[in-house]
């Protein structure tokens, strides 16, 4: 049997190994009493999940980023050396998952003072063989557990470049002459989304307030009934019951769709929830308005 060691992929996993060690010891820069959850290190790639009961701000992980990078550039030694477990105590050591330690133990030491773990995995000599740090996300792993994405090595120029691809490609969609000008060109559609929400919310509350004043389709049970059909099923119900529930009405009044969807609205005498409850109809919202769908509205105003 012959045994065979990928050292490109060994490299890898090595450097992802001590970006984590680095890692690690800049989260406790912002959270100091965080303990390590579980980690996954792969090539140039690393998960880190750890205690935490918010994410990092943007500020925060630029912060860590760039003083990991220093590390990096830096060239600190990796020392790995075998000693006492009371002796690696005195060192501050961390250790992790509530391992069970016999009495000698290995410890990996980044510039004697940077990082100091209990470790028994594979690293490299110098944080300058990392060559280069990036997160790449966050996420909520359970109630109070996030987790790091991040890249290392090749793997954040690789990161970069399909960053870039895609910026370029957004920009071509957009008619832009540069991924430079995503930025302005997304600002002006966000005001101007707004500027078409308010408009479509005036143009809302003009139509509701005009079909309020119209005459029914149907009276049933003293609620005024309006069947929407045409142009008036362009208007989302959420949006209808917003409006009508805010309308001081002399009347209950309920609009339906062929499909059963409707919106029922009640008054300071009668209430919405009162009327479903009578006509045996299901939806959920409150005692002023009413919003499900259910085939019985169809039958009892067309009945």
Not at 79 to 102: I, P, R, T
Not at 154 to 178: C, F, G, I, N
């Amino acid at each position: 049997m012959k045994i065979t060691v990928d050292l490109n992929r060994r490299r890898s996993l090595m450097r992802a190994h001590t970006a984590t060690h680095l890692l690690h010891d800049q989260l406790q820069r912002f959270f100091p009493d965080t303990k390590q959850e579980w980690s996954w290190v792969g090539t140039d790639a690393l998960r880190f999940d750890y205690r935490a009961d918010r994410f990092l701000t943007t500020e925060e992980v630029d912060e860590i980023v760039a003083t990991i990078n220093a590390c990096i550039i830096a060239d600190y030694a990796v020392v790995v050396e075998e000693m006492s477990f009371d002796d690696a105590k005195k060192l501050w050591a961390k250790a992790f998952f509530a391992d069970k330690y016999g009495d000698r133990v290995r410890v990996v030491r980044i510039d004697q003072t940077t990082s100091i773990e209990l470790c028994g995995g594979t690293h490299v000599n110098h944080t300058g063989e990392i060559w280069a740090f990036l997160v790449t996300g966050q996420e909520s792993v359970s109630a109070g557990v996030k987790r790091i994405h991040a890249v290392c090595g090749p793997a954040v120029a690789e990161y970069a470049q399909s960053l870039e691809h895609r910026l370029v490609s957004y920009a071509r969609k957009l008619d832009l002459a540069s991924w430079s000008q995503i930025d302005e060109k997304m600002t002006k559609m966000i005001i101007d989304m707004r500027q078409m929400t308010t408009q479509r919310e005036t143009l809302f509350h003009a139509l509701v307030a005009l079909l309020a004043q119209t005459n029914p389709d149907v009276i049933y049970d003293g609620c005024y009934g309006y069947r929407l059909q045409g142009w008036w099923t362009l208007i989302p119900l959420k949006d209808l019951a917003s409006i009508l529930k805010n309308l001081s009405l002399a009347y209950p009044l309920c609009v339906w769709d062929e499909t059963g969807s409707f919106v029922l609205v009640g008054t300071d005498i009668v209430s919405a929830k009162t009327l479903a409850q009578t006509w045996w109809v299901r939806g959920g919202w409150s005692d002023r308005c009413i919003q499900g769908k259910d085939q019985r509205i169809v039958a009892l105003m067309t009945s």
